[in-house]
């Protein structure tokens, strides 16, 4: 038996006792070290997020290989080993498509959006002692010695999605990229915007401390939104030039039109956030659409390739991401956890989980 953390209702995560699962050829079990909570996990805590009752919860893993599918090449147990919150199969039309993220079988009215997200969502997750991760060959990628479980655990989710969602902007040598809301993901587009040769990073929050945790993963400038306009001190700070690319974190309607509202001509709008509502477009900072502006989404990219990537530019020393791991808990504590992070206490950004 192992000890998993349960979706029990909305409003309420418990921990329970489960049977240690088995594995299928394609699998490996592996045994979790470290882990911790995501915003998604508290949308599911929330009931915003359906999945179904006793569903062991979370997706970012780090941990050990304890046992391996009969199928499964290339990884010995006992190895240390990470996967990324989406585990695709690789077989599927988006997965052809090179958008691995929404892996998974088309229907007569359309894709699947999501498809690729299981851990926590279709299948039991990693707040556990014990993970399943399927299709391992695809999914499990070995973690560098020199690299400890706090340096990776930021690799599985909020790395890999703020550094795509510069990817995604096309950020270029001497561009000027704002990036709107510093939580766990804004911090890491911020680091992704210097190391893709940003002239100028300007990060954006109503939070000191996280402004000030902005500073040092690469932010020139910093704008408290409690105290100035962010729109106009951006165009203050570039000459009413614009930036390259607006980067949206947070999923709010003020953020959205703010990032836009600060795009040069031809600009685009890098859209992070978790939206719970629709949003509006203003027609005057849409220029009636005649903007040139180019509006792109990012789900978290996953796959072995992806995280071995992220992964070396830790190894690199090119950034460090251990300022966002702020608490730690024992499992046993995982309702304390999850209390101090959904209501994002004692200057919470990311909690680490050990077993």
């Known amino acids: 038996m192992m000890k998993a953390a349960v979706f029990a209702e909305p409003g309420r995560i418990v921990l329970e006792d489960k049977p240690v699962p088995d594995v299928g050829p394609n699998d490996a079990l592996l045994r979790i070290t470290t882990t911790t909570i995501c915003g ?21 893993p780090v941990g050990v290989i304890e046992k391996l599918g009969s199928a499964v090449k290339g990884y010995h147990e006992g190895q240390r080993a990470i996967t990324g919150s989406i585990t695709p199969g690789g077989w599927s039309n988006a997965c052809q498509c090179g958008f691995c993220s929404h892996d998974g079988p088309g229907t007569p009215s359309g894709w699947k959006p999501l498809g690729g997200w299981h851990l926590g969502n279709t299948i039991d997750g990693c707040q556990a002692e014990y993970v399943v991760v399927p299709d391992a060959m695809f999914n499990l ?47 890491c587009a911020v680091a992704g915007a210097r190391l893709s040769g940003a002239s100028m990073v300007i990060a954006v929050d109503l939070l000191a401390k996280r402004l000030e945790t902005s500073k040092r993963l690469g932010a020139d400038v910093v704008i408290d939104a409690s105290k100035v306009d962010p729109v106009q001190e951006i165009l203050r700070l570039t000459n009413g030039r614009g930036v390259d690319a607006a980067i949206e974190a947070l999923g709010t309607q003020a953020t959205f039109e703010a990032a836009l509202r600060v795009l040069r001509p031809g600009g685009t709008l890098s859209s992070l956030g978790v939206y719970s509502s629709d949003l509006k477009i203003p027609v005057d900072a849409f220029v009636a659409g005649l903007g040139d502006h180019r509006i792109v989404t990012t789900l978290c990219p996953g796959g072995k390739e992806r995280m071995r990537r992220m992964m070396s530019v830790l190894e690199s020393g090119r950034v460090d991401l251990g300022a966002l791991v702020t608490h730690r808990f024992k499992l046993d504590q995982i309702v304390e956890a999850y209390d101090l992070f959904s209501h994002q206490r004692d200057g919470v950004l990311k909690v680490a989980i050990s077993p």
């Open 141 to 187: 990628t070995p973690v560098p010695d020199g690299l400890t479980d706090e340096q990776v655990l930021m690799c599985p989710d909020i790395m890999t999605t703020g550094f795509a969602g510069i990817e995604n902007a096309n950020v270029r040598l001497g561009d000027i990229v704002a990036v709107f809301a510093q939580g766990p993901v804004g911090l």
């Open 40 to 60: 998604t996990d508290i949308h599911i805590l929330k009931g915003e997020y359906p999945v179904e009752r006793g569903l062991t919860i979370g997706h970012e």
